[in-house]
């Protein structure tokens, strides 16, 4: 296994932990320091008085660590320098929306949480800056993201160690223009996959149908997605890294079967990733996902199964240099835990089994589940302060239905969007639906059952909780 963009990746986001939790001009002191250290071992080997492989690697985790402090340091200054920072008390703004409402508290309450940027304040133009926005879940629900809209909110600080601008509190929004025709057409897709999981399925089902193939839980009941929590299944009602594997692995394998060479595949791959992107809605989460499902997409095609670490380095520097919020996601940690255990411990389990006269398709499922939820485990603990005493055998069970609902449901979705909603498109979309009854009930069955009891899920107690 080739180890060596591990460490330029850990030192990346420790920097950025760093950077988000200390002032700035401690993170630019350390930008200075570390540019200083990478300058100091290019110099050393240009002289000839060290060799690069002596001392290679801590001239790349030196440079890293400053372009990574050095980023952060133009961002946070620019966060403090941005208008609406200095503001208190109510304001008028222009704001673009960038993700789906997230529902806070409890949903009877109907408040939402949406990130946007803001463009505007007043009558002054200034650099778009992103906000977290609290709503009504009646005037907010029904934008797309890219949407722009004027307002007037109440002005807040931001979360702590975060690089947002401000909180803000806003009341009815105006539209102004409408919004990307990409936009539209992925909210058209994801509005007409609710029309015929409603038309083709009973309600537990249709609302889980959206969440398991798009990540829309807007309809998914409140009963069922805590089954769901208890039973440690609720990473799959989320877009998740498995879910760009695989849809990405099967359109891969589709082209690869009809003779299409490697590289036009692995562009197909990549226009399949970045359109997978657009109809979940761009966000930090869906960023995290697409590059671990990227990773793993890599690991089942690439020759050597070594290459899937140097991926998986590649993917947390990228990620985490093009949004530094990541390094503090739990989402994000627990992304790159599982990835990293499904390449390393996944395949050895699998070889294991097999010697034991296990099916190879069952010995696949057993070890990838196996293996994320042993190591995810622990994080899941520290952050929620909750352990799932069901999860392993509750991911085992769903497992052999996962790949089915997510390929075929994202099939109905595409093929039913196309024409109106009682042409052939839809007809044919909504046919995919029903097939996928079975699958569905299988996994409300499993959470119902194993979510459902008491002892689901039981409580750690921790020194700092």
Request: contains cysteine; glycine residues 10%.
């Amino acid at each position: 296994m080739d180890y060596r963009l591990l460490v330029p990746a850990g030192a990346v986001w420790s920097v950025t932990v760093l950077g988000l939790m200390v002032p700035t001009g401690y993170t630019l002191g350390f930008a200075i320091c570390s540019g200083a250290v990478a300058l100091a071992g290019t110099l050393a080997c240009v002289s000839g008085r060290s060799g690069w492989d002596v001392i290679g690697l801590v001239v790349v985790v030196a440079g890293l660590a400053a372009v990574c402090a050095t980023s952060l340091t133009l961002r946070q200054e620019a966060r403090a320098d941005h208008p609406l920072a200095a503001t208190t008390g109510k304001a008028t703004v222009v704001l673009a929306v960038r993700g789906d409402p997230t529902v806070i508290g409890h949903p009877a309450a109907g408040r939402v949480r949406v990130r946007v940027e803001v463009e505007q304040v007043g009558p002054l133009r200034v650099r778009a800056a992103a906000a977290d926005l609290m709503g009504d879940v009646r005037e907010w629900s029904g934008l797309l993201p890219g949407q722009r809209v004027v307002t007037t909110v109440r002005v807040r600080p931001p979360p702590a160690h975060s690089l947002l601008v401000a909180t803000l509190t806003a009341q009815g929004p105006r539209p102004v223009g409408s919004p990307p025709d990409h936009q539209k057409v992925a909210g058209a897709i994801r509005e007409r996959l609710q029309t015929l999981a409603a038309r083709g399925l009973g309600e537990e089902a249709a609302g889980l149908l959206p969440g398991l193939v798009l990540g829309d839980e807007s309809s998914l009941d409140d009963g069922l997605r805590d089954d769901f929590r208890a039973a440690g299944l609720s990473h799959l009602t989320a877009v998740s890294g498995s879910n760009f594997a695989i849809v990405c692995g099967a359109a891969l394998l589709v082209v690869r079967s009809v003779g299409v060479p490697p590289r036009a595949a692995a562009i197909i791959g990549l226009i399949v990733i970045l359109g997978f992107v657009v109809l979940v809605r761009p966000s930090p989460s869906v960023l995290r996902a697409a590059l671990m499902g990227a990773v793993g997409v890599l690991a089942l095609f690439a020759s050597r199964r070594a290459q899937a670490f140097p991926a998986l380095g590649a993917a947390v520097v990228g990620g985490l240099l093009w949004w530094p919020e990541l390094a503090l996601q739990p989402g994000f940690a627990l992304s790159v835990a599982a990835t990293g255990a499904i390449v390393l411990w996944a395949p050895r389990l699998r070889d294991r089994l097999r010697e034991w006269r296990c099916p190879t398709g069952v010995a696949e499922v057993v070890a990838m589940a196996v293996t994320a939820q042993v190591v995810t485990a622990p994080i899941v603990v520290m952050v929620t302060g909750t352990f799932s005493v069901v999860g392993i055998v509750a991911n085992l069970l769903v497992a052999p239905v996962v790949a089915v609902i997510s390929v075929v449901g994202t099939l109905a979705a595409l093929i039913g969007a196309i024409g109106p909603p009682d042409g052939p498109g839809a007809f044919v979309g909504e046919l995919l639906v029903r097939a996928l009854a079975p699958e569905l009930w299988w996994m409300v069955a499993c959470a119902r059952t194993l979510g459902g009891v008491s002892w689901a899920s039981v409580e750690v107690s921790l020194p700092w909780m």
